[in-house]
């Protein structure tokens, strides 16, 4: 069992920074691909960034490729979404996702999720 909690979500303008972190627990989080998605209200979830389990490989969304990183401390169990040049069109809020087969955009593979966290930026 894994459980996952987000933080550093919060209001910041255009063109500003966000880092987002996910903090989990349970004994085998190093065995696990994880991944951040996103939903705006009355939106779908989609997918937004995924690193694999040893850090090794990333995958991004087109929408964020560049100004997003994903990466991950296992001895921490923390994994880390730094988010620059944010945009007015990343408003929504932030889920960490995990699974020991979860492959980047592929939801029906997420195992776990966390409760998320509202990033809200103004233009």
């Known amino acids: 069992q894994v459980q996952l909690v987000e933080s550093g979500g919060g209001l910041v303008q255009a063109g500003g920074s966000l880092r987002l972190s996910c903090a989990a627990s349970?004994?085998?989080?190093?065995?696990?691909?994880m991944g951040w998605f996103r939903q705006a209200p009355g939106k779908e979830r989609l997918f937004v960034a995924y690193?694999?389990?040893?850090?090794?490989?990333?995958y991004y969304a087109d929408s964020v490729k560049g100004r997003f990183t994903i990466s991950r401390d296992n001895a921490k169990k923390t994994m880390y979404l730094q988010m620059n040049s944010l945009l007015p069109e990343d408003t929504a809020v932030y889920y960490c996702?995990?699974?020991?087969?979860?492959?980047?955009?592929?939801?029906?593979?997420?195992?776990?999720w966390g409760q998320g966290t509202q990033v809200t930026v103004s233009s």
């Open positions: 690193i694999s389990w040893s850090g090794g490989s990333t």
């Open positions: 996702a995990a699974g020991l087969n979860y492959i980047a955009y592929r939801r029906s593979t997420v195992d776990y």
């Open positions: 349970g004994r085998t989080f190093s065995n696990y691909g």
